[in-house]
């Protein structure tokens, strides 16, 4: 609704747009609990909001002031509200516009996955602070410039130009990619797999593969990628939210249907001629969907790391690579490599040390172990070293 209301009157008034939804919602429960639910309550909606707009435009003389003049083929009176279009087609349309605007180079990367959480995924301030592990001053304060970024620069709801339209998509598919990065391995202290947040990001990665201007190859390799991912959530965390490593996972719990339309994803992005970062990680993604344990599986995911490593270095990619030898050449050539990376702020690095450790000295696998615990943020995976540990005792 925020994003069709937002279409209609224009992107300077979001944060009005933002209010007077929440306003027709809150009118909704009070009206509807009393005289029953409408026989369309999607129109109903609509209209209030729509009509709740022209209102407060008007009252504060910014509708005659601004909006009449770019409105000029719309009707003159309005004593009775023209039926607003709230089709899915106009929805879609409204919300593939809303995040191509949010993601304007003129708002910070963190900035527009909070605007993407408020506005197209409709959390609460309290639950984005919560997923970025900050207070929810921090968060009004970032969307508040964010809004004033959109306002002051003009940004407007519509597709960009040919010319701009890759850059803006990579601006799109990295707030996505942050988006279900977030939630796969949150950051919060209760949790470390948010499956809303994967969700809302696999929803508006399907939402873009949907338009033909943008469903790319890249695009498809992102779908592709959250698809393996998804697929193993359940056998990824148990019951008590201890996490599961890869290792220990029960593959009976991969959902198949998931599995399947990620490898179909995979093979429309395997179409073109570019390889982004996200089809190397949707291949590495696919491998580890794989049931068998042997040389050959993990030599291919290594060289893919090595592929991702030249592109897209980061440490994670480092320790992960890491892994991947440690099952392709055996621990002393994997731990040669981790000593050298010497990242002594990282609870993961340690965690990898600790195994690596265990197979020529206990002592120091212990004193990596009890560092990654020191290190670790999250009560869910402070838990899942403690087992580690009494594993090792």
């Not at 516009?97 to 301030?125: D, H, K, N, Y």
């Not at 970024?149 to 890759?166: F, H, I, N, Q």
């Not at 959902?255 to 949707?282: K, P, R, T, W």
Request: some cysteine.
């Amino acid at each position: 609704m925020v994003a069709v209301v937002s279409h209609s009157f224009g992107l300077e008034h979001l944060g009005l747009a933002e209010d007077i939804v929440s306003d027709t919602f809150l009118k909704a429960a009070e009206t509807w609990n009393v005289r029953g639910i409408p026989a369309n309550p999607r129109a109903w909606l609509y209209a209030v909001a729509r009509q709740k707009m022209l209102y407060h435009l008007r009252r504060n003389k910014l509708f005659k002031a601004k909006v009449l003049p770019a409105a000029a083929g719309l009707q003159e009176s309005y004593t009775g509200i023209q039926e607003p279009d709230f089709s899915a087609k106009n929805i879609e349309d409204s919300l593939l516009a809303m995040i191509f605007a949010i993601c304007t180079p003129a708002v910070a990367s963190e900035a527009q996955v909070g605007l993407a959480l408020r506005i197209l995924c409709g959390f609460s301030i309290d639950e984005i602070a919560e997923a970025f592990f900050t207070s929810k001053d921090t968060i009004n304060k970032r969307l508040y410039r964010a809004r004033e970024k959109l306002r002051v620069e003009r940004v407007t709801m519509a597709l960009p130009s040919e010319k701009e339209l890759p850059g803006r998509l990579n601006n799109v598919l990295h707030v996505v990619y942050l988006l279900f990065s977030e939630g796969y391995y949150s950051r919060t202290q209760k949790e470390i797999l948010r499956r809303d947040l994967c969700h809302e990001g696999l929803r508006l990665g399907l939402l873009l593969t949907r338009n033909e201007k943008v469903n790319l190859p890249k695009t498809n390799a992102l779908v592709a990628l959250m698809c393996f991912h998804a697929s193993r959530f359940d056998a990824r965390q148990a019951i008590d939210d201890y996490f599961i490593p890869y290792s220990e996972q029960n593959e009976e719990l991969w959902d198949m249907d998931l599995l399947n339309q990620g490898v179909n994803f995979l093979n429309l992005a395997m179409q073109g001629d570019e390889m982004s970062s996200y089809h190397i990680e949707a291949q590495i993604a696919y491998w580890h969907c794989q049931k068998t344990d042997t040389k050959e599986k993990w030599g291919t995911i290594l060289r893919l790391y090595d592929q991702l490593q030249r592109i897209n270095f980061s440490p994670s990619v480092a320790l992960n690579r890491i892994y991947a030898l440690y099952k392709v050449s055996g621990w002393k050539m994997a731990l040669a490599e981790a000593e050298g990376l010497r990242m002594e702020n990282s609870h993961f690095y340690f965690i990898l040390l600790g195994e690596l450790y265990k197979s020529t000295d206990r002592e120091k696998a212990l004193e990596s172990f009890n560092r990654a615990y020191r290190l670790a943020k999250n009560e869910t995976e402070k838990k899942g070293i403690e087992r580690k540990i009494e594993n090792m005792i």
